[in-house]
């Protein structure tokens, strides 16, 4: 008997935007349901529950598409709250392609469903939807955020103005409400008149911080996070605003216990490694970690890592493993082969002014073809590469080698010990470094299954290595 997925994906269909909440101390996760088969049954709401992020519960559908002549035909992103009477609230947004606003554009509402438990059933109602107000346009009035602040409830809207540069229209509207029922707009929570939109805003408070998180799809799809010390702002970018990779979307979050983890969906590519992203794909979890200046590192939630409980040898020589390459690359890989799914953490030691040190996976017995995670501590990032990228003939120069990697994080890398963890489950990696910077991508290719250890320019050792599997 094979060991449960590492990340949650629904028997046929794929993940979306995920909206989180708490009841009773169990997380209640629905998600938008994609059926790649079928594009003609509309979007409905499922729901899964999880204790972990390990175990998942999955309820099904939970919230049906009105069907194809309701104005909720797609049932899309929103939130769900409970009320003070411990009525339970779940805003969403309703959207049918066959009904267009004066733009041509199909209209966009915020639709309001109640519910006496979170698992329903849900009672529609109608006579609350309500689309954009004067000034914003009315095809983008999407994925409403409820929240109370300590006075009153807030609702926050991806939302565009109707005027000025067409792909800077993007703001993130607002409106206030007294009964969860009728909602007055007021001035934005953010107006930065940068991006096309801010899809899936999500704000909290952490020890004094208030975050804004939301997904901008105008340079790159990339969900990111601003903050400030009261909810009027200024909002601060930190340095490295982004949470994770572009595969990494529409990260909404959720608190319990005092901590705070971030739900999205690793994209699925069409085909191959080459392929395009696709929208939706395999929910996934980070943990935030709130450092001194109020600026969040992502990590692994320990509740994952532990359920990775068995060791497995990967054929390393002993350890700790030094390699110097001056002027060079050297890599020793692993004799044995790794199972579909497991954990790693490394911890390597970088020597002063060496210009790139990682780790192979899913790589053949000499490495010459592989994953490549790795740490280039002179220009202040990890990121994630193959090799070689596609081959497309038979001669030595016909692959697409000016193909450039497509994930780059931030990382501070001074020379001395770091630790490197990865999660892998099939195609699916996870790469995390000092428990403060994540990587997600998918990788496709599969030379072999070994695992190994690098250096190019300069030296490093590999200090400690465990790899464990699911029992």
């Known amino acids: 008997m094979s060991a449960a997925p590492v990340f949650f994906e629904p028997p046929g269909g794929r993940v979306g935007d995920v909206i989180p909440a708490v009841h009773e101390g169990v997380f209640h ?4 349901h994609e059926q790649r088969s079928d594009a003609g049954c509309g979007m409905p709401w499922h729901l899964v529950t999880t204790n972990d992020f390990v175990t998942f519960t999955d309820h099904g559908e939970a919230v049906p598409s009105g069907g194809p002549d309701a104005e909720d035909f797609n049932v899309y992103t929103g939130s769900v709250v409970q009320g003070p009477d411990a009525t339970w609230h779940l805003f969403s947004t309703a959207q049918n392609p066959a009904r267009r606003g004066a733009d041509g554009r199909p209209v966009q509402l915020v639709a309001h469903a109640t519910s006496e438990s979170p698992h329903g059933p849900w009672r529609k109602l109608p006579e609350w939807t309500f689309g954009a107000p004067a000034g914003y346009e009315t095809g983008d009035w999407r994925d409403p955020f409820v929240f109370h602040d300590g006075e009153k409830w807030r609702m926050l809207v991806a939302a ?8 800077r229209r993007g703001t993130v509207a607002q409106l206030v409400s007294d009964d969860l029922f009728a909602w007055r707009p007021i001035e934005p929570l953010w107006d930065p008149r940068r991006f096309v939109a801010h899809e899936c805003p999500d704000v909290f408070e952490w020890d ?9 799809f105008t340079d790159t799809f990339c969900t990111r996070y601003r903050m ?3 909810l009027e702002g200024p909002w601060i970018a930190p340095d490295d605003d982004a949470i994770d990779t572009r595969a990494f979307y529409a990260a909404k979050t959720v608190a319990r216990d005092g901590r705070r983890f971030f739900v999205g969906w690793i994209a699925d590519r069409e085909n191959d490694d080459d392929g395009a992203w696709q929208w939706a794909g395999t929910m996934a979890v980070l943990e935030a970690t709130q450092r001194a200046d109020g600026t969040l590192a992502f990590g692994l939630p320990a509740e994952l890592v532990a359920s990775f409980d068995e060791p497995v040898p990967a054929g390393m020589p002993d350890l700790p493993l030094a390699l110097a390459a001056p002027d060079a690359f050297r890599a020793i890989v692993g004799t044995a082969d790794l199972p579909e799914a497991w954990y790693a953490r490394a911890e390597i ?7 790139a040190v990682g780790l192979l996976l899913r790589a053949d017995a000499d490495g010459g073809r592989s994953g490549i995670v790795q740490l280039e501590p002179r220009r202040g990032r990890v990121l994630f590469d193959r090799w070689p990228r596609t081959v497309t003939g038979g001669e030595q120069w016909q692959i697409s080698g000016d193909v ?3 994930f ?3 990382v501070r890398l001074d020379a001395g010990p770091h630790i490197v963890e990865i999660v892998t489950d099939g195609e699916l990696v996870v790469v995390v470094v000092d428990g403060q910077v994540s990587l997600s991508t998918r990788f496709h290719a599969r030379a072999g299954a070994r695992f190994g250890f690098f250096v190019s320019d300069g030296e ?5 290595l465990i790899v464990h599997r699911r029992n």
């Open 460 to 464: 490093a050792s590999l200090e400690s």
């Open 208 to 216: 004094g911080w208030w975050y804004l998180v939301y997904s901008e």
């Open 349 to 355: 030691r970088i020597a002063d002014r060496t210009a």
């Open 404 to 406: 450039p990697f497509e």
């Open 228 to 230: 400030a010390r009261s």
């Open 29 to 32: 996760l629905w998600y938008l």
């Open 408 to 410: 780059d994080r931030p």
């Open 160 to 167: 565009r103005h109707s005027d000025g540069p067409d792909r």
